[in-house]
C-alpha cells in the first residue's frame, strides 16, 4: 500500500521548492518475511506523520520490519523520532545508503545503537 505524497509535477519535484516530494510504500510481513516500509523523498515534520503511519501499518502484519531508506535525500528530528517510536516495540532493520543525511542523522541520534543497520555498498 502507498502513502499518498503532495501532490507533485510529473518530474516528481515539488514545484515551488525543487524538493523531492515525501513516498512511503508499505510491503506487509508475509509468514516468515518482515514487513518492509520504503520510503523516498525528504522525511520532516510535515512527512513524519505519513513515515509513522506506514511504520504502524508494517508493524501490523509483522514484529519484524524494515525501513529501507536509501532513497531518502532529506531526514530531521520528526523523522527519526517516528522510527525510534516504533524501535521501541519492534525488531527494526534500516536499510541506508553507506553515506549521506541520513546516516548522520542515525549516527547523531544513535539510533543506530538502538537498531540494525545495513548499509549495502
Known amino acids: ?46 512527512s513524519a506523520g505519513r513515515l509513522e503511519a506506514a511504520l504502524a501499518e508494517a508493524a501490523a502484519t509483522s514484529g519484524e520490519i524494515i525501513a529501507d531508506l536509501t532513497a531518502v535525500t532529506y531526514c530531521d528530528s520528526a ?14 532493520t534500516l536499510i541506508v545508503p553507506e553515506n549521506g543525511p541520513v546516516t548522520t542523522m542515525l549516527r547523531i541520534t544513535r539510533l543506530d545503537k538502538a537498531t540494525t543497520v545495513i548499509a549495502p555498498r
Do not use: C, K, Y
Not at 19 to 36: E, I, K, M, N, Y
Not at 79 to 91: G, K, V
Open 79 to 92: 523523522a527519526i523520532r517516528a522510527l525510534f517510536a516504533i524501535a521501541r516495540e519492534n525488531h527494526l
Open 1 to 46: 500500500m502507498t502513502h499518498p505524497a503532495v501532490p507533485a509535477d510529473d518530474s516528481g519535484q515539488s514545484s515551488a521548492t525543487g524538493d523531492l516530494q515525501p513516498r512511503f510504500d508499505v510491503l506487509p510481513g508475509t509468514g516468515q518475511q518482515p514487513a518492509t516500509v520504503r520510503a523516498a523523498g525528504d522525511v520532516d515534520l510535515t
